[in-house]
T-cell receptor, first 114, second 116 residues
Framework: NAGVTQTPKFQVLKTGQSMTLQCAQD?????MSWYRQDPGMGLRLIHY???????DQGEVPNGYNVSRSTTEDFPLRLLSAAPSQTSVYFC?????????????FGQGTRLTVV | AQTVTQSQPEMSVQEAETVTLSCTYD???????LFWYKQPPSRQMILVIR??????QNATENRFSVNFQKAAKSFSLKISDSQLGDTAMYFC?????????????FGTGTRLQVFP
C-alpha cells in the first residue's frame, strides 16, 4: 500500500524557472491538499481539492497553480519560482468518516530557489 | 475562519517524565475534529491522536492522551513516560465535520526535546 507518493524529495531552482511537484495517492480519497512548511509558521495551506475537477485556494495560494483531473493525482505547479517559495512542501490526502478521519502525508519536498 | 494557536514554540522534558503541550482553537462550528500530528527529524507526518468534538470522553492512545475542553476551545496533549523517540515537532490541527468537508488547518507547532 503506497499511500501518498510525492516527488521529488529535493529540488533546486533558479529564480524564474517553473516546475511541477507531483502527488499521487492510491487510497481513493476525494480530499487532497498542498501545504508549505516554514520555520515558526507551521503548515500553511496552499490549495486543496474535494474531488476531481474541483480545486480551491488555501491561505497562501499566490504563485502556485493546481489541477485535479483524476482522483489519484494532484500536482502543484510553480509558474515562475521566487526565493520566497523556498520551503518544504507537503501533499496530503484525507480519509474522512465518523470513525477514521485522518490525513495522510507524502514525504515532503525540500525546494530551494536561488 | 477557523484558527489554531500553539503558544509554546519549544518544550523540553526529561526521559520518563510527563509533559503537556497546549493548543487552543477558534471556531463557530459545533461538530469538528481535532488532531495532534508528530513530525520527527525524518520530516514524516505521523498522526498521534484524534478527537471528535461530539465525544465528551478524552481520546487516549497508549502514553498519549488529550484534555479536550470544548467550551474553552482547548485541546492539550499529554505525553506520559516520555521517551527519547518522542523528540519531534508536534502540530495541533482542526477540521470541520466531514459532512462539511473543508480545510485542515494547522497550528505553528511545538518543538519537543526529550533529554536522557
Amino acid at each position: 500500500n503506497a499511500g501518498v507518493t510525492q516527488t521529488p524529495k529535493f529540488q533546486v531552482l533558479k529564480t524564474g524557472q517553473s516546475m511541477t511537484l507531483q502527488c499521487a495517492q492510491d487510497m481513493n480519497h476525494e480530499y487532497m491538499s498542498w501545504y508549505r512548511q516554514d520555520p515558526g509558521m507551521g503548515l500553511r495551506l496552499i490549495h486543496y481539492s474535494v474531488g476531481a475537477g474541483i480545486t480551491d485556494q488555501g491561505e497562501v495560494p499566490n504563485g502556485y497553480n493546481v489541477s485535479r483531473s483524476t482522483t489519484e493525482d494532484f500536482p502543484l505547479r510553480l509558474l515562475s519560482a521566487a526565493p520566497s517559495q523556498t520551503s518544504v512542501y507537503f501533499c496530503a490526502s484525507l480519509e474522512y468518516g465518523r470513525m477514521n478521519t485522518e490525513a495522510f502525508f507524502g514525504q515532503g519536498t525540500r525546494l530551494t530557489v536561488v | 475562519a477557523q484558527t489554531v494557536t500553539q503558544s509554546q514554540p519549544e518544550m523540553s522534558v526529561q526521559e520518563a517524565e510527563t509533559v503537556t503541550l497546549s493548543c487552543t482553537y477558534d471556531t463557530s462550528e459545533n461538530n469538528y475534529y481535532l488532531f495532534w500530528y508528530k513530525q520527527p527529524p525524518s520530516r514524516q507526518m505521523i498522526l498521534v491522536i484524534r478527537q471528535e468534538a461530539y465525544k465528551q470522553q478524552n481520546a487516549t492512545e497508549n502514553r498519549f492522551s488529550v484534555n479536550f475542553q470544548k467550551a474553552a476551545k482547548s485541546f492539550s496533549l499529554k505525553i506520559s513516560d516520555s521517551q527519547l523517540g518522542d523528540t519531534a515537532m508536534y502540530f495541533c490541527a482542526f477540521m470541520k465535520d466531514p459532512n462539511n468537508t473543508d480545510k485542515l488547518i494547522f497550528g505553528t507547532g511545538t518543538r519537543l526535546q526529550v533529554f536522557p
